[in-house]
């Protein structure tokens, strides 16, 4: 029967599978950038916390500039500094407990540090050594990671395995504002909202993917909205102020504990420093821009927060930057030291046993050296 | 001696029961991919999977093949052993950033610490009447990507015994599934079926003494009946099935050239770039002094995948095989 022919007993109806899947509205995040230093907000912080925190940034910022003058020395390949995100690298290590994973990507040798992790196995893929230089495993700090977001769904699985095994286990994934551009970015939270992972994505909008600014990577009204196009909460947050940060990050992280599934954090802050060593900010940014940030620095907002308080005196600053000048004196010294390299540890690591081409490749290569060896001999 | 029934299965029922069994033995194996869990599968092959071990350890996807593998790390990382079934070969590329920069590489990064034990299965190869991105061979990718091993089976005991040693395999397995021969029936013994270990050995499958077609995965029945026709030009062909592309068998594949002195590669990949040139390569340095004739090669044309109603031009048939048998310089030889 047609249409015309069952006139008058037809009546449009909507979709008829439709239905509304999600309430928007909780998930949208913060109108604007979620702050606790210099509101009242911050009387309810513990100042230990504040305390910690603020050591920790100087620490952060002492590990960068140093980092950054290994550059200079030939002792790191290369550098990408996070000057000027120290809040974001150091809540996310503080927020995480210890069976918790973070996963970093390479501007995020901080926050590793942060967690406990030593600066010179930190440094490792940077100075060239190695690709990781630390056992994964032991730190529960996935290897830094280069291809952009590409860690995102690695996180999303292993966050997923582990609540699959029962383990009270939350995964937090560092992305910068250029990754949320990549594919990974979009499917890893697609994934970790469908299977509810108790995984926080961390992004740090610093402003810049190398040279190209935000309004070139998206024209989303902020990349926390992002979140709601998968069905997860978002989340806008000063990233300078560590306070901030700290107190978003660790909602996040206790929801995702709690069975609550994820969450995206859009951290507002900015890359002081070139992207890295090897790059000229100059010819995409001006000085303007950089001195309104720095008048917005994360260690200057909490210092002036203890200050007023009365948490911090000349005494407190002193022992941190003293104990900065003794983890960055530390660093400079065993990063002076040439590291001990077995080329034949090129082919140790390919598979479980090496197959029988590779063995010949090593061959060759254990001749070679030997040749080598006799030549310096001769 | 006791007489094992052996009853015929398809390659496809022969996969099914190397997951089942593997799943069975060990809770860590999880299967995951597209339409896996309540369809079995487009081929069938995760059938009934989803039912006996629960959502949880077979799940269906979101639709997207680097989400897939990339959770697939994630989940390795935390000790889980993930089957991911790439729906078709084509479908596998959004895959291939993970696969090159994370799945094949995280153990040498990591100096050991972080092995990825994935095995990713990708049906391959075309004649079976696909359109458009459905019938690629991609296995040279794979096979230029170190930190992978690259298997296919060709026989319906293979499949099994492969897919058990893929999934117990420390490292990443690219497992690839030759689509024509999914249906393909043999005998078999389904009470013990049995691993086939180690990884990268290749078997003879027809001894012969004039000249020896070296193959994998879908053109080796190809390569069979080539050889049964050749007997009528009284060439007597020995066939070699790789089963592993990573590892190479340089072995057992340069022992059989090193007795017939002729040598011919046959796959569906296209032959520039396609693992012909490399297999020949390694022939050639094993075996120079014995050959009789330049290593040949019968593939695909360099070509995209061609549209169905002309595959059967494209792909590597008996003739193709036995004018390329034609052309190894019998004159000269003995």
Known sequence: MTVMEQRGAYRPTPPPAWRPRTNPAPLLPDARPYRVLGTEAAADVDPALLRRLYAELVRGRRYNTQATALTKQGRLAVYPSSTGQEACEVAAALVLKERDWLFPSYRDTLAAVARGLDPVQALTLLRGDWHTGYDPHEHRIAPLCTPLATQLPHAVGLAHAARLKGDDVVALALVGDGGTSEGDFHEALNFAAVWQSPVVFLVQNNGFAISVPLAKQTAAPSLAHKAVGYGMPGRLVDGNDAAAVHQVLGEAVAHARAGGGPTLVEAVTYRIDAHTNADDATRYRGADEVETWRAHDPIALLEHELTERGLLDEDGVRAARDAAETMAADLRERMNQDPVLDPMDLFAHVYAEPTPQLREQEALLRAELAAEQEGAHR | ?334
Request: glycine share 10%; aromatic share 6%.
């Open chain 2, 1 to 334: 001696m006791t007489t094992v029934a052996l009853k015929p299965a398809t390659m496809a029922q022969a996969l099914t029961r190397a997951l089942r069994d593997a799943m069975t033995a060990d809770p860590a194996v999880h299967v995951m991919g597209e339409d896996v869990g309540a369809l079995g599968g487009v081929f069938r092959v995760t059938e009934g999977l989803a039912k006996e071990f629960g959502e949880d350890r077979v799940t269906d996807t979101p639709l997207a093949e680097a989400g897939i593998l990339g959770t697939a790390v994630g989940m390795a990382m935390y000790g889980l052993r993930p089957v991911v079934e790439m729906q078709f070969d084509a479908f596998a590329y959004p895959a291939f950033e993970q696969l090159i920069s994370h799945v094949a590489r995280m153990r040498n990064r990591t100096r050991g610490a972080m092995p990825l034990p994935i095995t990713i299965r990708v049906p391959y190869g075309g004649g079976i009447g696909g359109v458009e991105h459905h019938s690629d061979s991609s296995e040279a990718y794979y096979m230029a990507t170190p930190g992978l091993h690259v298997v296919t089976p060709a026989t319906v005991a293979d499949a099994y015994g492969l897919l058990r040693a893929a999934i117990a395999s420390d490292d990443p397995v690219v497992f690839l599934e030759p689509k024509r021969l999914y249906w393909s029936k043999d005998s078999w013994n389904p009470e013990e079926p049995q691993a086939v270990e180690p990884i990268g050995r290749a078997v003879v499958r027809r001894a012969g003494r004039s000249a020896t077609l070296i193959t994998y995965g879908p053109s080796l029945p190809v390569c069979l009946e080539a050889a049964e026709a050749a007997t009528a030009e009284g060439w007597d062909l020995e066939v070699v099935d790789l089963r592993s592309l990573v590892p190479f068998d340089d072995e057992t594949v340069a022992a059989s050239v090193r007795r017939t002195g002729r040598a011919v590669v046959v796959h569906e990949s296209g032959s520039y770039g396609g693992p012909g040139g490399e297999i020949a390569a390694r022939v050639t340095e094993r075996c120079f002094h014995h050959l009789e004739a330049p290593v040949l090669r019968v593939a695909g044309f360099d070509i995209p995948y061609p549209p169905p109603m002309l595959e059967r031009h494209h792909l590597p048939g008996v003739d193709r095989i036995l004018d390329a048998v034609g052309r190894l310089q019998w004159e000269a030889g003995n």
